[in-house]
Structure formats: structure tokens, C-alpha cells
């Protein structure tokens, strides 16, 4: 008889998703930016809830934009 095997997900790899108040909380310390850049950079991007890495790059990008 031959064995089925199935494949089960794995959720450790998945990163815990924050707030925009909690990402701003800590924006100074994680990303080294006022927690006022973090938020606006946020929620110019549409975003309610991110992933610390989303939110590192959600930031970098908004830094780097050029100023009309």
C-alpha cells in the first residue's frame, strides 16, 4: 500500500503584523525615523496593518520620494 503524504503549512515563517500606532511606537528605535514619518508613510500607503519588514520598506520608500 502506498503512504499519502500530505503537506501541511508551516505558520512560523510568517511575520506578526502591527498597527500603525505600534509601528509609529516604535519607529525611532527600529527604523530611526520621528514616529510622525512612520504613520503618515503608512497611511499614505493605504495600510491599516504591516509586517515590520512591509513597514521598513512602506518607510524607505516614502523617504525617498521625490517633494513636489
Known sequence: MAKS????????N???TYSIDEIARAA???????PEVAKVALITAGKKKATLSEAEQIISKFQ????K
Open 64 to 67: 525617498k520620494r521625490e517633494v
Open 14 to 16: 510568517q511575520e506578526p
Open 5 to 12: 503524504t500530505q503537506t501541511v503549512q508551516n505558520s512560523v
Open 28 to 34: 525611532q528605535t527600529k527604523f530611526g525615523v520621528m
